[in-house]
């Protein structure tokens, strides 16, 4: 526990053989509970966890609340029917299973899911877990060892402390950066950084990567986890949901981890088109969402009439180009309706990402 709160970390892990035993080694002696959840690895992952679980069965683990049965009534109803909705939920993640044979008092659990979902699926279904047993706050570390346990305490202390909903390392502002960091992953790391603040309502966030993160309690209750990205774009996907939210985030310093013998799994090719697309339909979700159902605000109105006004601008831009590329003279007519399109568009989308700014800073905490 940390200043009396709760800790529990979730191990995403797929074929981890080789790393997994020294990640459950480090972990810190603070942490109540480790969720590792096998997402049906063909190794001996699960085989090295249930090991450790074994050597560690006699160890009792009292972090959860004792439960008070109240009455229901008129005014604790919408509780209640909250805790229900959590319990029936369970049907939308995948089918899994929980190994321990005493999964209420070892401090390792270990859930096997049955069929591959993906990473995010994985630290979905371990969220879960936290969410059902109230933990206070719950942090996420790769199976493959590539975040440094040590680190671990300030990622939770600001939850623990300044009741933050959501903090993330950063791997970037460290200054070994370049240097560690293979250059393809930090080029495809800084352009999807810079996509997710875009989408996602946190403008000063960067390293939106990483997984090393800590979220609280609040937060878990607040976004619908069955619904989480499934694979490598859960990072980015979480902050757009956190923001929908209004739910505040802070970034630690962190320091990057590579070449511990272990080869990454994700093809840099591959991922960058799709979490790119996932952004792009993320954003007009999170517009519709926040800025119009939940909370409305003129911004929502600016950026469509941007981007109305910047499609319609389209014909006459090609329009111009053509008539240039054929010799001949544009008539001054078709110049001032582009102009005017192109310059309304412009104007409307720095004023609503200006707003956009302005009405998330209170949620970014430096």
């Not at 096998?38 to 050597?55: P, Y």
């Not at 995010?120 to 440094?148: F, N, P």
């Not at 799994?265 to 999170?286: H, T």
């Amino acid at each position: 526990m940390l200043n009396n709160k709760t800790i529990a970390v979730v191990v995403p892990a797929y074929n981890e053989e080789k790393q997994i035993r020294q990640v459950l080694k480090t972990v810190p002696d603070f942490v109540d509970r480790i969720i590792v959840v096998n997402d049906c690895s063909k190794d001996k992952t699960a085989a090295i966890v249930f090991e450790n679980i074994k050597r560690n069965s006699t160890v009792t683990i009292a972090t959860e609340r004792p439960i008070i049965h109240a009455v229901e009534n008129i005014y604790n109803r919408a509780e209640y029917v909250l805790k229900k909705q959590q319990q029936a939920d369970m049907k939308y993640f995948p089918a899994s299973q929980i190994a321990n044979e005493n999964p209420e008092s070892d401090r390792i659990i270990l859930i096997n899911i049955l069929n591959n979902c993906g990473v995010g699926a994985a630290i979905a279904r371990g969220y879960k877990w936290c969410l059902d047993h109230d933990i206070d706050c719950t942090a996420v570390m790769a199976g493959d060892g590539q975040m440094d346990p040590a680190e671990l305490e300030s990622i939770c202390l600001p939850v623990v402390n300044e009741g933050i909903d959501y903090v993330k390392g950063n791997r970037l502002i460290h200054g070994s950066a370049r240097l560690v960091i293979p250059q393809t992953r930090y080029i495809g790391n800084s352009i999807l950084s810079i996509l997710t603040k875009v989408a996602s309502g946190y403008w000063h966030v960067s390293d939106t990567q990483t997984g090393y993160t800590a979220i609280s309690l609040s937060a878990l209750k607040a976004i619908k986890l069955q619904d989480i990205y499934k694979r490598y774009g859960m990072p980015n996907d979480m902050l757009v949901k956190l923001n929908i939210a209004f739910c505040t985030l802070k970034e630690v310093k962190i320091k990057p981890v590579y070449n511990i013998g272990e080869s990454s799994k994700m093809k840099i090719s591959r991922v960058i088109p799709g979490i790119a697309w996932l952004l792009f339909k993320s954003f007009f979700k999170r517009l519709w969402i926040k800025y119009l159902f939940r909370d409305f605000h003129p911004l929502f109105l600016l950026y469509h009439f941007s981007f109305i006004l910047g499609l319609c601008s389209i014909p006459y831009a090609i329009k111009i180009i053509l008539i240039i590329l054929a010799g001949e003279s544009v008539s001054p007519l078709t110049m001032l309706a582009f102009f005017f399109l192109f310059t309304s568009s412009f104007q409307s989308l720095l004023f609503a990402m200006w707003m956009d700014i302005q009405d998330n800073e209170r949620l970014y905490k430096s």
